[in-house]
């Protein structure tokens, strides 16, 4: 390893700070996904285009943007969020069918290009 290693408290700072971002309708609809193991890392750098920093870091991190939209995660996070505002059950749920309306009409492809660009 080059350098020192990034303490774990630090770590899931950076990955808190990652949940509570914004993004788009608030749906965070990515995981982030911390890898210290070095042989798991050993087998991503291939795919990362053999960056060293891959093998070399204490702690990667892994943004994975998930693949498309249901209505149940929907209500998942709508209802997380009303719980986390102290909103009677049920508040946002003008707000949420609309935004389900518009994501429903869409492609599993589309959701994807834009849940990866709330990853990014």
């Known amino acids: 390893m080059n350098g020192q290693a ?68 929907l209500d998942k996070v709508f209802e997380y969020s009303e719980k986390e505002r102290n909103l009677p059950a049920g508040f946002s749920n003008d707000y949420k069918n609309m935004l389900w309306s518009k994501l429903s009409q869409q492609t599993q492809e589309e959701h994807f290009n834009h849940t990866a660009r709330q990853a990014i």
């Open 6 to 73: 990034v303490a774990q408290e630090k770590v899931d700072y950076i990955i808190e700070a990652a949940r509570l971002a914004p993004t788009s309708s608030g749906l965070q609809p990515f995981k982030v996904i911390e890898i210290t193991d070095p042989e798991l890392k050993a087998k991503i750098q291939p795919i990362a285009y053999w960056q060293s920093q891959i093998v070399d870091c204490s702690h990667l991190l892994v943004f994975a943007a998930y693949d498309r939209y249901t209505q149940e995660y």
